[in-house]
């Protein structure tokens, strides 16, 4: 499967946005869906997962309740809606796919998904 991310951009602390992640190539309901963000000098770090089947979401505590993570299978494209943006939410954000969770898990290792979009970054201003 490939994937795109697309969606980032500048925006004030406080504010919102949503990033996009499109896939193509194979069934989209075969993959249970994450994303993750990697700021500079830091480690790539699980942001949120959703289910094959959409019916189990995870977040990492730092985004709980602030971000929410969809998937549209009519449209092949998972979806990170965030809202009250911080300065340290500034990283690029990577989408990538896993085919070999169950129906009803997704994982929050980087190393358990076999695919990854390309990133897009996001920029928390103060």
């Known amino acids: 499967v490939q994937l795109q991310a697309s969606g980032g951009g500048l925006v004030q602390a406080g504010g919102s946005l949503r990033v996009s992640c499109s896939a193509s190539g194979d069934t989209f309901r075969s993959y249970a869906m994450g994303w993750f963000r990697q700021a500079p000098g830091k480690e790539r770090e699980f942001v949120a997962a959703?289910?094959?089947?959409?019916?189990?979401?995870y977040y990492t505590d730092s985004v709980k309740g602030r971000f929410t993570i969809s998937r549209d299978s009519a449209k092949n494209t998972v979806y990170l809606q965030m809202n009250s943006l911080q300065p340290e939410d500034t990283a690029v954000y990577y989408c990538?796919?896993?085919?070999?969770?169950?129906?009803?898990?997704?994982?929050?290792?980087?190393?358990?998904?076999?695919?990854w979009g390309q990133g897009t970054q996001v920029t928390v201003s103060s």
């Open positions: 990538a796919a896993d085919r070999r969770s169950s129906t009803f898990t997704a994982n929050r290792a980087p190393s358990e998904y076999e695919y």
């Open positions: 959703i289910s094959r089947n959409a019916y189990n979401t």
